[in-house]
């Protein structure tokens, strides 16, 4: 049976959330910086589209939404993210200004990934990550074959996770989840020693596949973007048992 456990650092009813939402939709607030949406692991844009549907009515500025439903590697994905954030601000890809970032499941590996100068010093220079529900410290089903080699990458044991937990962040990050994700699982979306804000999946939704949808996350996200107070309150409260 799914946990109806309410998290007293996240004490918000999805419909407080979505009045919230509407609030901020008739008040739409400046963004400090451009704003990249990026989609999770085989998705053409359902997880952003989502996303930006929920955001983009709140803020006023560049918003730039990616999937990489046609790229199999990580490399790949890193390349284009960089490449088209680069295209999307008329920039050089090595002169991209700061952005923040919101990620649904994978891509905030992508966004980690980027984040990383390669050996000519590229990179993308994030000044605020968002993630919800991404695989930080790999994914419960990444030993399910899906014929994608960024299954084999998202193992709690695998190089490409531990090249993330080594490599130094100079970006803020926040990190979203909801209980009960067979996917990927609760305990693996925030990198050890980040906070993680949780949430109680609502009765006949999936974990995963519809917290890209939860407005719980999304207004807290937005009041971030916008510089409002956050409905979190620290200090995170830990995972119930």
């Known amino acids: 049976m799914p946990r109806r456990t309410p998290n007293p650092s996240f ?37 952003s589209g989502a996303l930006v549907r929920g955001i983009a009515p709140c803020v006023a500025g560049t918003v730039i939404e990616l999937s990489f439903f046609n790229e199999f590697t990580f490399d790949g994905c890193r390349q284009k993210l960089i490449r088209e954030v680069a295209a999307a601000l008329q920039v050089d890809p090595d002169h991209i200004p700061e952005v923040d970032v919101v990620a649904f499941s994978m891509g905030g590996l992508i966004a980690r990934d980027a984040a990383i100068p390669d050996l000519a010093g590229r990179r993308l220079p994030i000044r605020r990550l968002f993630t919800v529900s991404t695989p930080h410290e790999g994914a419960r089903l990444a030993g399910i074959p899906l014929g994608l080699p960024q299954g084999e990458d998202m193992l709690p044991t695998s190089d490409f996770i531990d090249r993330l937990r080594r490599a130094p962040r100079t970006y803020d990050m926040v990190c979203y989840a909801r209980l009960d994700d067979v996917t990927v699982g609760e305990e693996f979306a925030a990198p050890d020693g980040e906070p993680l804000w949780w949430v109680p999946t609502p009765s006949g939704e999936w974990s995963h596949m519809a917290a890209f949808n939860d407005p719980r996350i999304i207004a807290d996200i937005a009041r971030r973007l916008r510089g409002e107070r956050s409905l979190t309150r620290p200090p995170a409260a830990p995972l119930p048992q």
Not at 16 to 40: F, I
């Open 11 to 47: 004490p918000t009813a999805k419909e407080q959330a979505q009045a919230d939402l509407e609030r901020m939709e008739l008040d739409s607030r400046p963004l400090e910086r451009p704003l990249v949406v990026l989609a999770g692991i085989g998705d053409p844009k359902i997880s």
